[in-house]
């Protein structure tokens, strides 16, 4: 059984920082890229950034620079380190095995004044 369990959502002040930590289980996780999404109120679920099965990174233009994904395959687990957070950035945000249908249950994080 696939698995994936989000954590490090939070709430934290505008100019602030989070880390999210995505572990997996229940999948050869090496092989796939791995993607953190979001998803506000109101809103359609979009793409944050990409990690591909080599470590290449890919982000949304919004995100550059501010956010930073990174993996560890030895421990099975996917980071989205967030810095100079907006209350824009207020959302669920998930982890997504890419090309298959495996989605984490999401973490909140809300940036508020």
């Known amino acids: 059984q696939v698995q994936l369990v989000e954590s490090g959502g939070g709430l934290v002040q505008p100019g602030g920082s989070l880390r999210l930590s995505c572990a997996a289980s229940?999948?050869?996780?090496?092989?796939?890229?791995v993607g953190w999404y979001r998803q506000a109120p109101g809103k359609e679920r979009e793409s944050v950034a990409i990690?591909?099965?080599?470590?290449?990174?890919t982000y949304v233009d919004s995100m550059k620079g501010r956010f930073t994904i990174s993996r560890d395959n030895a421990k099975n687990m996917v980071y989205l380190q967030m810095n100079s957070l907006k209350p824009e950035d207020t959302a669920v945000y998930y982890c997504?095995?890419?090309?298959?249908?495996?989605w984490g249950q999401g973490t909140q994080v809300t940036v508020f004044s």
């Open positions: 997504h095995i890419l090309g298959r249908p495996y």
């Open positions: 229940g999948i050869m996780f090496t092989i796939f890229g």
């Open positions: 990690i591909n099965s080599s470590g290449t990174p």
